[in-house]
């Protein structure tokens, strides 16, 4: 296709363009950062630990730390969460296995652990930001936030960790699993 249609589709604009080239470099480096696990995570400690000193130091924006909180939590359930919840769908041989006898199915999460990991870390950087806008400082008495977050992260949990017990899943797993090697009791060998 030629003409001035198909020029002004490839030229953008300077601001998108810059904004083009941003998001491309941002994905080459979460891309990058992928199998990085450990790291990714000790930075994402880092900048919390810097948020919370922020915090300390100029003893406001507590709203905001409670809106971080809620969102925060709003990630964990999805982290801790499957995909497909077997409450509510009934699907082809897809659910959680109930039994010992069941086969293997693994856990499949709501929100993988690399969007989690980004979508904390985000919050905190955006969090952060926010604490040199005092539009955002809105004058709270912080310890009924705090009473009130905790309250709610019991019952969340609380309530998903039922759901785990009932369904005979567990959401954490570290690492790769690991031969073992056979057992005499399970596998006999043939003469």
Not at 48 to 67: C, E, P
């Amino acid at each position: 296709m030629e003409g001035p249609l198909a020029e002004g589709a490839s030229q953008l604009p300077p601001l998108a363009k810059m904004r083009n080239d941003f998001s491309r470099l941002l994905h080459f480096y979460l891309d990058k950062s992928t199998p990085f696990a450990t790291h990714r995570w000790l930075g994402t400690l880092v900048v919390a630990f810097i948020y919370v000193l922020r915090i300390y130091h100029i003893h406001s924006f507590y709203a905001v730390t409670y809106g971080l909180g809620i969102y925060v939590l709003n990630l964990l359930i999805g982290f801790i969460s499957p995909i497909v919840d077997p409450e509510l769908e009934e699907l082809d041989g897809a659910e959680l296995p109930t039994k010992g006898s069941d086969d293997f199915r693994p856990f499949i999460r709501q929100l993988p652990e690399f969007n989690f990991w980004f979508g904390i870390t985000k919050a905190f950087c955006v969090a952060f930001l926010m604490t040199f806008c005092s539009l955002f400082d809105v004058p709270v008495f912080w310890p009924i936030l705090l009473g009130y977050w905790i309250f709610q992260f019991v019952l969340t949990l609380k309530r998903h960790i039922t759901h785990m017990i009932k369904y005979k899943y567990v959401p954490l797993t570290m690492g790769k699993q690991k031969y073992t090697g056979k057992t005499s009791a399970t596998f006999s060998r043939r003469d």
